[in-house]
């Protein structure tokens, strides 16, 4: 047999999605479209049964699942293909902006609740998540934040939250703004745009 031990659905979790049986029913059925023999079990374990010597088509079945977890997990923080490297934007930039700092990738913090998040930035003993505005994408992190603000696994960090507003349209912009304003009711939020244009003024003041 081949399982993760619902390591896929707790990492949902560890994303501030929320788990519950309609969670693990949307995953069922995107896994039962592929007509795999890949099984989703109540607490969202995946597993598999398989011959040893049908091991290699059955791994490749059960890998290609993974992808269908990471694309629902998109769907559900509003990520699309497009902007899903926002991380990693965000990075090249804050290192354009604190060259001497050290960065780590995935921190992970664990919240009041005894769960652990990951968030996709540490900066010297700050910790970035980097967003879209959407609601999904505001929810997790909102959730996310509630949980391990008033840890004490956060030890004196502060919690900055990058929201992206590089789309050139207005709604765009202005849903942003309204996101930012709901995410500073517990950490602080920054407009995407903000640390662009104080990237500039640093290269702009070097030549």
Same mark, same amino acid.
């Given at each position: 047999?081949?399982?993760?031990?619902?390591?896929?659905?707790?990492?949902?979790?560890?994303?501030?999605?929320?788990?519950?049986?309609?969670?693990?029913?949307?995953?069922?059925?995107?896994?039962?479209?592929?007509?795999?023999?890949?099984?989703?079990?109540?607490?969202?374990?995946?597993?598999?049964?398989?011959?040893?010597?049908?091991?290699?088509?059955? %791994?490749?079945?059960?890998?290609?699942?993974?992808?269908?977890?990471?694309?629902?997990?998109?769907?559900?923080?509003?990520?699309?293909?497009?902007?899903?490297?926002?991380?990693?934007?965000?990075?090249?930039?804050?290192?354009?902006?604190?060259?001497?700092? %050290?960065?780590?990738?995935?921190?992970?913090?664990?919240?009041?609740?005894?769960?652990?998040?990951?968030?996709?930035?540490?900066?010297?003993?700050?910790?970035?998540?980097?967003?879209?505005?959407?609601?999904?994408?505001?929810?997790?992190?909102?959730?996310?934040?509630?949980?391990?603000?008033?840890?004490?696994?956060?030890?004196?960090?502060?919690?900055?939250?990058?929201?992206?507003?590089?789309?050139?349209?207005?709604?765009?912009?202005?849903?942003?703004?309204?996101?930012?304003?709901?995410?500073?009711?517990?950490?602080?939020?920054?407009?995407?745009?903000?640390? %662009?244009?104080?990237?500039?003024?640093?290269?702009?003041?070097?030549?």
């Amino acid at each position: 047999m081949i399982t993760d031990d619902a390591d896929s659905i707790f990492h949902l979790h560890t994303q501030g999605l929320p788990v519950t049986k309609s969670t693990v029913n949307a995953l069922r059925d995107r896994v039962n479209f592929t007509h795999s023999n890949v099984c989703v079990e109540e607490d969202g374990e995946l597993y598999m049964l398989t011959q040893e010597s049908d091991l290699p088509y059955a %791994i490749s079945d059960y890998l290609s699942v993974f992808s269908i977890i990471k694309n629902y997990e998109y769907q559900q923080l509003g990520i699309s293909d497009e902007i899903n490297n926002l991380a990693q934007d965000v990075e090249n930039y804050l290192r354009l902006l604190k060259p001497q700092s %050290i960065f780590s990738r995935e921190p992970k913090v664990q919240g009041i609740s005894g769960h652990k998040y990951k968030f996709d930035l540490a900066v010297d003993n700050q910790l970035f998540l980097a967003i879209q505005p959407t609601p999904q994408a505001v929810g997790a992190a909102m959730r996310k934040i509630g949980d391990v603000v008033s840890s004490s696994d956060l030890d004196n960090r502060t919690i900055i939250v990058v929201v992206d507003d590089r789309n050139s349209q207005d709604l765009f912009k202005q849903k942003a703004e309204e996101e930012i304003q709901i995410i500073s009711a517990l950490a602080s939020a920054v407009p995407f745009t903000n640390l %662009i244009e104080q990237a500039e003024k640093i290269t702009q003041a070097a030549h």
